[in-house]
């Protein structure tokens, strides 16, 4: 790790973070112009380090990078909203479309675990092509005084479709019902209560396969969800973290999960199963605690939903919305380091959930389960769980990954079911 002089007028940040620029960055030059209806972001990304965000066919793409922070360690996140805070106060800001997304942004993708190998980044691009409430923008970023001297961007055909079979990885489904039966008995033994269990799955992609396809793929096939590429990290996730604009604060918690029926007689009966059934609501209850109990220091007057039952194509979750103001004005990013990781992805209490999870999963878990989103000079922002997500490594390595919080009365057999739903997007993305 270096702390490079990128900003050096700038005060020190509390602990380091790389930086790398594609230029010098003295301050950062950003103009967003109003354009005609983009229709589609994915056309206008590279095939090969595709930079999105996007749900129901709005979102941000983004082109190049005219900054890269990359963060290690427990600080990561803290270090990120510190140097974000850096960034940002540096940077003259020209926004007349002024909605989420617009101006300054920066896309983000943190790993799991403290300890990780896989690097944390806040990606910021030359050029974003937005989309939102009907409006369209292009926004040109540079370290030079004149942000409009970037290119215009254009979309591009995509290029030949590929299949991938994924096979299994260091935890197999047999492997991943044997840790299942051991969680359940510490469980059994008092001194954890939940914890959220993943394996992996492996694929390779061939050499200068168009990404861009397999992102077509998620954000069609799940449109609800958020569909994202940072970094080599692509997913497409139904969990709200935490989204922060106009100085509120939302987060929609998802744990518990069923099938779908093969009916809609079928489905109706498995979504009220779900929502009866006491095994979820534990589960969903640790995963809602966790969440309130890290947003209550930054808000007043949360106000939470009773749980309800959430269809995506896949399978029903149980989800429970969370709102309030931010009191302290905390950004996004602030509040993504202070829930990150909720029960839904570590467990309950924490610290013995991730214990077990560094015991019984043989892989490191990169960014899945991290946080995933984008952050905005104002400090608003859009956050996910980084779930149903796969990691495209240089080489062209892909793993892919899927979990699900483990209770007393959790059934390896059905776990391992659920993994396999949970798997479903990616596979079919790239298969
Ligand atoms: C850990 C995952 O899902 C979490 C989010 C929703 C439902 C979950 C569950 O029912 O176990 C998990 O807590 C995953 O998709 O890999």
Redesign the pocket.
């Known amino acids: 790790m270096f702390t490079p002089s990128a900003y050096p007028g700038t005060p020190s940040v509390k602990s380091e973070f790389v930086t790398r620029t594609a230029a010098p960055v003295q301050a950062l030059s950003v103009e967003t112009t109003p354009v005609d209806d983009v229709r589609q972001l994915i056309p206008f990304l590279d095939a090969r380090h595709p930079l999105l965000w996007q749900r129901r066919g709005e979102g941000i793409a983004g082109l190049g990078e005219a900054v890269r922070l990359e963060f290690t360690g427990p600080t990561r996140v803290t270090d990120a909203a510190d140097a974000w805070r850096q960034i940002t106060a540096a940077a003259s800001v020209v926004d007349p479309v002024g909605l989420p997304g617009s101006g300054l942004v920066a896309f983000g993708t943190f790993a799991f675990a403290d300890e990780s190998e896989q690097a944390s980044v806040l990606i910021v691009p030359s050029v974003v092509v937005g989309r939102r409430a009907g409006v369209s923008w292009v926004t040109r970023i540079s370290a030079t005084t004149d942000a409009t001297a970037t290119a215009a961007p254009k979309p591009s055909a995509f290029g030949p479709e590929f299949r991938l079979t994924m096979a299994p990885g260091q935890l197999s489904a047999a492997g991943y019902g044997k840790a299942v039966e051991s969680v359940v008995s510490r469980i059994a033994t008092g001194d954890v209560r939940k914890v959220?269990l993943?394996r992996e799955l492996h694929a390779h992609l061939p050499a200068g396969a168009d990404v861009r396809r397999a992102l077509v793929e998620l954000a069609l096939g799940y449109s609800d969800c958020w569909t994202f590429a940072v970094d080599g990290f692509v997913g497409a996730s139904?969990?709200t973290l935490v989204r922060v604009t106009g100085g509120r604060l939302s987060a929609q918690v998802?744990?518990?999960?069923a099938a779908r029926g093969a009916d809609a007689a079928a489905d109706g009966r498995a979504a009220a199963a779900l929502l009866a059934s006491g095994k979820?609501r534990a589960?969903h209850a640790f995963?809602v605690d966790s969440v309130l109990e890290a947003l209550s220091p930054h808000t007043v007057a949360l106000e939470t939903s009773a749980p309800f039952t959430l269809k995506l194509p896949n399978l029903w979750?149980?989800a429970t919305d969370v709102a309030g103001p931010v009191a302290d004005g905390s950004s996004a990013l602030d509040l993504v380091g202070a829930l990150h990781p909720t029960a839904?992805?570590a467990g309950t209490p924490r610290a013995a959930a991730l214990e077990v999870i560094r015991e019984l999963e043989p892989f490191d878990r990169g960014r899945?389960?991290g946080p995933v989103g984008w952050i905005g000079a104002d400090g608003s922002g859009e956050w996910a769980?980084a779930?149903?997500s796969a990691q495209i490594a240089p080489s062209g390595d892909i793993t892919a990954?899927?979990?699900?919080?483990i209770v007393a009365d959790s059934d390896p057999v059905l776990e391992v079911a659920?993994?396999t739903m949970?798997f479903r997007p990616i596979v079919e993305a790239f298969g």
Not at 254 to 257: E, F, P, Y
Not at 401 to 405: T, V
């Open positions: 959220v993943s139904p969990e998802l744990a518990g999960t979820d589960e995963a979750h149980l839904a992805v899945y389960a769980v779930l149903r990954y899927a979990g699900g919080g659920e993994t949970k």
